[in-house]
């Protein structure tokens, strides 16, 4: 599983030139997903996810979460975040998750997270959509379960 969260003041998600989600402080956040994950897997990443300090504090560190905040999540599926480029110029994506068990596990994600952050919303799974963000720092991560343990 892997997760690409930045930290932003405010982004959005447009599908069909219609405005579907708009958050104001907090993480957009990429997911992708495989068919080996599981949802013990997704519980150990979203808790890294909202635990992540990378708000800063009053002395400009970088130690407050997302709850210290008051921050909001827009969390967008994206099976390219599993691209294998090793071969050629065209991408393979024989990695990424069968799309029903991809669509299963991102909205297990949504619902935990929802249980847990005020505000959480969507873009729609599978759907071309454009995702619009102002980057805060920039400040981005990526979290990969395979490379932090959890996987």
Known sequence: MRFVIQRVTEASVTIDGAKKSEIGKGFL???GITDTDTKEIADKMIRKLIGMRIFEDEQGKTNLALADV???????S??????DCRKGNRP?????????YANEM??????????????????????????????????????????????
Request: aromatic share 10%.
């Open 29 to 31: 956040v990429l997911l």
């Open 78 to 83: 994206q099976f390219t975040l599993y691209a």
């Open 70 to 76: 008051d921050g909001e999540l827009l969390l967008v």
């Open 106 to 151: 991102y909205d297990y994600i949504v619902k935990c997270c929802r249980e847990q952050v005020s505000v959480v919303k969507t873009g729609e799974f599978g759907a071309d959509m454009k995702v619009q963000l102002v980057n805060d720092g920039p400040f981005t991560i990526i979290l990969d379960s395979d490379e932090i343990g959890i996987g």
């Open 92 to 100: 393979s994506f024989i990695k990424a998750g069968n799309p029903e």
